[in-house]
């Protein structure tokens, strides 16, 4: 069974920094891209960032070039967004959701964790 | 605003038929990128519904089906029922923003 467990989220006051990470299990890791999605509270969902299955690809939403980075250790099935430079905007339920290839461009997320919280507030 | 444009909201009674629109345009799904769509029921993660256009993973009743032409794509819903109230959202990848983009979102309400 697929899983895929966020953590690291909370309370962060607007300019500092957080790191997500996501445990992948269930399926062989360095196989498939993987990806963090976003969903602001009452809002709808928006893609933040994918890395390809062997960190040779790397995309951002433009909102966030410059102040996140996603990375991956194939040898840990983990998956990590470091979020710099937070602003009030970026305040979002955060999902990590496995890629259904190898790469990122023309993919679909067929598994998604449950999301962690990041509020960006003071 | 997104770059895939759904209605914010659909709605029908059990047993009927819906339909949920997904507009984009030639640097998405008109470039030929498939189009995907996902279920998001109350307080819980987006489930794949359909992926590469009109496909159904397993488990996914056949009463979801997708469809493309174009720079649009449908969801339908046949014999609706009431566990199908949820938000749904389509998704593409856009060349132009080298990136996966969503549609806003539209909220199924079964009467």
């Known amino acids: 069974e697929v899983q895929l467990v966020e953590s690291g989220g909370g309370l962060v006051q607007p300019g500092r920094s957080l790191r997500l990470s996501c445990a992948a299990s269930g399926f062989t890791f360095d196989d498939y891209a993987m990806h963090w999605v976003r969903q602001a509270p009452g809002k709808g969902l928006e893609w933040v960032s994918g890395?390809?299955?062997?960190?040779?690809?790397?995309g951002y939403v433009d909102s966030v070039k410059g102040r996140f980075t996603i990375s991956r250790d194939n040898a840990k099935n983990s998956l990590y967004l470091q979020m710099n430079s937070l602003r009030a905007e970026d305040m979002a339920l955060y999902y990590c959701?496995?890629?259904?290839?190898?790469?990122?461009?023309?993919?679909?997320?067929?598994?998604w964790g449950q999301g962690t919280l990041v509020t960006v507030s003071s | 605003q997104s770059v895939l444009t759904q209605p914010p909201s659909v709605s029908g009674a059990p047993g009927q038929r819906v339909t949920i629109s997904c507009t984009g345009s030639s640097s998405n799904i008109g470039a030929n990128y498939d189009v995907h769509w996902y279920q998001q029921l109350p307080g819980t993660a987006p489930k794949l519904l359909i992926y590469g256009n009109s496909n159904r993973p397993s488990g996914v009743p056949d009463r979801f089906s997708g469809s493309k032409s174009g720079t649009s794509a449908s969801l339908a819903i046949t014999g609706l029922q009431a566990e199908d109230e949820a938000d749904y959202y389509c998704q593409s990848y856009d060349i132009s923003l080298s990136g996966s983009v969503f549609g806003g979102g539209t909220k199924l309400t079964v009467l």
């Open positions: 890395i390809s299955w062997n960190s040779g690809s790397i």
């Open positions: 959701a496995k890629g259904s290839g190898t790469i990122i461009d023309n993919y679909y997320f067929d598994y």
